[in-house]
């Protein structure tokens, strides 16, 4: 079974800059997470999709952040503009669970965003 | 606001030692444990997980104890190999609901040879 997908792996950006994450999670599963994972720190939810719909967007700074999940699979994460302390590892998850289930969420390597 | 707290930050251990990590929560809503475990460059991977209904689960060398009064869980690792070597995060959601994971700040554990 093919894990999930994140691309770029790394992504220098100067402040002021936009950038896109791309993320394909496991074939089947169909609710999606993205984390924003500072170093030293553990990851933190920025947005859960189940489908193509949006469960949890709480923590999004949504004046900077978007993101999509279009027919349900592949997902994108934007950031425009970026801030310096946008640099993080951005994680992307996934599970076959719906929101009355808790199941094992696979994580993806990460893409690795440094602003300067 | 940090929902569940970790402790310690790093851990060094011999090899075939004991490495025991702390996490404590507030939210007593949640009833989710698990325990990940993340090498340089990777995604966390989950190890072991436990929900409150049970005090202690074990896989392996990897044991989770659950105290629900105290609200605190910690995962024991037997045995410590240098291939143990990595992050750990602890981690707690609501069994129900949205289920995003809320982590703890991590712990570098190394092993020594």
């Known amino acids: 079974e093919a894990g999930v997908a994140q691309s770029p792996r790394y992504k220098i950006i100067e402040k002021r800059q936009s950038v896109a994450f791309w993320c394909n999670p496991i074939s089947g599963h169909a609710t999606l997470y993205w984390y924003q994972q500072i170093l030293g720190q553990g990851p933190k939810l920025l947005i859960q999709f189940q489908n193509n719909g949006v469960v949890d967007d709480s923590q999004l700074p949504k004046d900077r952040f978007s993101a999509e999940r279009l027919k349900g699979v592949d997902s994108t994460l934007k950031i425009q503009p970026a801030k310096l302390e946008d640099s993080a590892v951005y994680l992307c998850?996934?599970?076959?669970?719906?929101?009355?289930?808790?199941?094992?969420?696979?994580f993806g390597p990460g893409t690795r965003l440094t602003v300067t | 606001q940090q929902q569940v707290k970790q402790s310690p930050q790093s851990l060094i251990v011999q090899k075939g030692g004991i490495s025991i990590i702390n996490c404590a929560y507030e939210n007593t809503a949640f009833d989710y444990f698990p325990w990940y475990q993340q090498f340089p460059g990777k995604g966390p991977a989950l190890l072991i997980a436990i929900r409150p209904d049970v005090s202690e689960k074990k896989e392996g060398r990897f044991t989770i104890s659950f105290n629900k009064s105290a609200k605190q869980f910690s995962l024991h690792i037997m045995d410590s190999q240098p291939g143990d070597s990595a992050t750990y995060f602890c981690a707690a959601s609501l069994y129900t609901g949205a289920n995003n994971l809320f982590f703890g700040t991590g712990t570098r554990l190394t092993v020594i040879p």
């Open positions: 998850a996934s599970s076959s669970g719906h929101r009355f289930i808790t199941v094992e969420q696979y």
